[in-house]
């Protein structure tokens, strides 16, 4: 039986909003394909392993951010992970932190920089239902479908030349819209380099996304997308159309 371990990331910091609910998510669909998987919690005082399978990062205000990348830039786990190619899923927060710079209790912060992104305050908040298309960073082979989740921050994300986005925005703000960096100004949500998806939507995104879920189970588990055995869960369908149809 294939394993998978779930690397829960700072959920004592970076769990405001729900996200914790992404593990849960990469847990069962795993789980219902026959997969030994497990959720691994890494709190604040824990040394950041580099052998988990997937890792995920969620939500925070400025404090949670200030002390999530005190953490990350003094355990190196993470950054030996991604450098291994290992799946890291992050969320609001958690791109910014992963970033090179962020704001943060009205200063510039340097992050980890897994992500060739800065992100510095929007002038209004973003808030609402956010709807993409991930048309962008040679992801679209495999995701297919929309990409819908609920925003609520005050990052202007910019783009360099290393980082490509996620998916191109139909509703919402997403990164922040026109900002001039790698997309041309194009209104854009998250960030996809190397093995690191981020996104600004919450949800849990993975919960309205099953497809980047199951995105993120394959390349776990070396296998293409298509390999995955089908889950025929209506009651998720039925809600994912009733939330891309509002």
């Known amino acids: 039986m294939p394993k998978l371990t779930i690397g829960l990331v700072l959920p004592d910091v970076l769990g405001t909003y729900g996200d914790d609910g992404n ?16 959720i691994e919690r890494i709190l604040l005082d824990d040394d950041i392993p580099a052998t988990c399978d997937i890792y995920t990062l969620g939500g925070g205000e400025d404090a949670a ?14 950054k030996a992970a991604a450098a291994d190619g290992r799946p890291i899923f992050a969320v609001c927060a958690g791109l910014q932190v992963l970033g090179r710079t962020f704001h943060a209790r009205g200063g510039e912060v340097d992050g980890v920089g897994l992500l060739d992104v800065t992100t ?19 992801i679209t082979a495999e995701l ?21 986005a996620l998916g191109d925005v139909t509703r919402g ?9 790698s997309t041309g100004g194009a209104k854009v949500d998250g960030v996809v380099q190397g093995s690191v998806i981020a996104t600004y939507m919450h949800g849990p995104a993975l919960a309205r996304n099953p497809q980047l879920a199951d995105l993120l189970i ?27 149809a509002k």
């Open 173 to 181: 703000v997403g990164n922040g819209a026109g900002v001039a960096d």
């Open 144 to 164: 297919t479908e929309p990409l819908t989740g609920f925003e609520n921050h005050m990052g202007a994300t910019v783009l360099g030349p290393e980082a490509a």
């Open 23 to 38: 593990a849960l998510v990469l847990r069962e669909r795993a789980r219902m394909r026959g997969v030994d998987a497990r």
């Open 65 to 78: 951010q200030l002390l999530a990348a005190a953490r990350l830039n003094a355990s190196p786990g993470l």
């Open 120 to 138: 510095k305050p929007l002038s209004t908040r973003a808030t609402g239902e956010i709807a993409t298309i991930p048309t962008r960073a040679g």
């Open 218 to 244: 394959a390349r776990a588990l070396d296998v293409p997308l298509a390999d995955l055995a089908p889950l025929d869960l209506e009651d998720v369908s039925q809600l994912r159309r009733e939330r891309l």
